[in-house]
């Protein structure tokens, strides 16, 4: 049980928008510790898509996006692709935990 | 192009202790810019993030494994190292290295190890 709380699984369809949210504490996210996202295809190592709550790494699409407000934070995914479907994974901070991740996020691409 | 490479046992057997090397090529280890960290994922279940480690040799753990876990660094050879004592079957995991960039908190990790499978298994 993590302490970064993630919808097991989402769907969405083909050029569609869909958000993964991430919902803490006041020990973690709700302090203000940044939220990164990360992107695991099946078999390969995890992926960074988003760090400090909003800005994506060179390389990107800027398909997705990534917002934060109290308590928690979302990633979001226009123009959905086939390629997309994955497991999404937050990551945060929490002040008795150190760096915790949330339990992942099952992506399926109708 | 930063690659880091996990090498060590596939399989450990109960109550000894799991060590894994990391080898990072195409970067250096005694960068400012970063930290060195392990992250690990039980087969069908989420990450657990282990610990982390700067070149300097400072040390964060995750509270939960502190008691068992060693982090360490030789910046001679670019590698880095995990040990993990007293290990169980719960230890069974995908054992990543990885690399974290030192902004904010928590430090994103923007390059990863491919992973290695380690089974604790008498």
């Known amino acids: 049980q993590s302490v970064l709380t993630q919808p097991p699984s989402v769907s969405g369809a083909p050029g569609q928008r869909v958000t993964i949210s991430c919902t803490g504490s006041s020990s973690n996210i709700g302090a203000g510790y940044d939220v990164h996202w990360y992107q695991q295809l099946p078999g390969t190592a995890p992926k960074l898509l988003i760090y400090?709550?909003?800005n994506r790494p060179s390389g990107v699409p800027d398909r997705f996006s990534g917002s934060k407000s109290g308590t928690s934070a979302s990633l979001a995914i226009s123009g959905l692709q086939a390629e997309d479907e994955a497991d999404y994974y937050c990551q945060s901070y929490d002040s008795s935990l150190s760096g915790v991740f949330g339990g992942g996020t099952k992506l399926t691409v109708l | 192009q930063l690659q880091l490479q996990e090498s060590g046992p596939g399989l450990v057997k109960p109550s000894e202790t799991l060590s894994l090397t990391c080898t990072v090529s195409g970067g250096s280890i005694s960068s400012s810019s970063y930290y060195w960290g392990w992250i690990r994922q039980p087969p069908g279940k989420g990450l657990e993030w282990i610990g982390s480690?700067?070149?300097?040799?400072?040390?964060y753990y995750n509270p939960s494994l502190k008691s068992r876990v060693t982090i360490s660094v030789d910046t001679s050879k670019n590698q880095f190292s995990l040990k993990l004592s007293s290990v169980t079957a719960a230890d069974t995991a995908v054992y990543y290295c990885?690399?974290?960039?030192?902004?904010?908190?928590?430090?994103?990790?923007?390059?990863w190890g491919q992973g290695t499978l380690v089974t604790v298994s008498s």
């Open positions: 990885a690399r974290h960039r030192s902004v904010g908190v928590p430090h994103p990790i923007d390059y």
């Open positions: 400090g709550n909003s």
């Open positions: 480690i700067y070149y300097s040799g400072s040390t």
